[in-house]
């Protein structure tokens, strides 16, 4: 173990990331949880699929709507979405500035189907 404890750290901007989103694998990391770093601009949003487990997606600031199965609903930050397992879901960013949400997968791998 290190004095200052860096082997616990992992640098957020070190993540592997794209335009919208920053990956954190949780297998990559001996950690038993994976999750995105999500700031998604405005109209954008990730294309429908489903896992074969729950996603939830913790709204920090912004405005977003999920399609939740057949269902449409709205959130922004300070709220929680959770996504049951095997559901097909998406979402856009509705708002004029970039989405600030972790999507968090309880699984060390993810696993993601894309219907669309």
């Keep these: 173990m290190s004095r200052d404890g860096s082997e616990y750290v992992i640098k957020a901007n070190r993540l592997p990331a794209g335009e ?30 489903r896992h ?12 977003v709507r999920f399609t939740v ?3 449409k609903v709205e959130a922004a930050g300070g709220d929680i979405v959770v996504v049951p397992a095997g559901t097909p879901h998406k979402f856009v960013n509705i708002g004029n500035e970039r989405l600030r949400q972790i999507s968090i997968h309880p699984v060390p791998r993810m696993d993601t189907e894309w219907l669309e």
Aim: aromatic share 12%; no cysteine.
């Design 52 to 63: 074969p487990y729950e996603e939830m997606f913790i709204i920090e600031e912004g405005n």
């Design 20 to 49: 919208n989103a920053s990956t954190f694998d949780g297998h990559e990391h001996g950690a038993s949880v994976s999750f995105f770093l999500s700031r998604n601009v405005p109209g954008s949003g990730p294309d429908l699929h």
């Design 69 to 71: 199965g057949k269902e």
